[in-house]
């Protein structure tokens, strides 16, 4: 059993900042890949950014140079830090890894989300 668990959402003024947490828990052995994506109300759902094990990182155009992904390894969390945030980043954030377990298997696996409110 692998569960994903993001926190750190909350409301923030436009420029404001907030660092989103991803916790993978239970039969872990590494975090493969980790993405953040977000959805708004009424939008598809946006890829925000990933990371890999060898720290290789992608950013959207809408958050680069705002957005930074880092991760724990010892303690299989990633993390989004976000910065100078802005009314259009309003969102429930995702956290969405592909996990390999301590059983030799790998899958993927979701995080309930964490919502982002940006407002003056």
């Known amino acids: 059993q692998v569960q994903l668990v993001e926190s750190g959402g909350g409301v923030v003024r436009p420029g404001g900042s907030l660092r989103l947490s991803c916790v993978a828990s239970?039969?872990?052995?590494?975090?493969?890949?980790a993405e953040w994506y977000r959805q708004g109300p009424g939008e598809e759902r946006e890829l925000v950014g990933s990371?890999?094990?060898?720290?290789?990182?992608h950013y959207a155009d809408s958050v680069k140079g705002r957005f930074i992904i880092s991760r724990e390894t010892a303690k299989n969390t990633v993390y989004l830090h976000m910065t100078n945030l802005k009314p259009e980043d309003a969102a429930v954030y995702l956290c969405?890894?592909?996990?390999?377990?301590?059983?030799?298997?790998?899958?993927?696996?979701w995080g309930q989300g964490t919502r982002v409110s940006v407002s003056s």
């Open positions: 969405h890894a592909h996990i390999l377990t301590t059983k030799g298997f790998a899958s993927d696996y």
């Open positions: 239970g039969d872990v052995f590494t975090i493969n890949v």
């Open positions: 990371i890999n094990s060898s720290g290789w990182i």
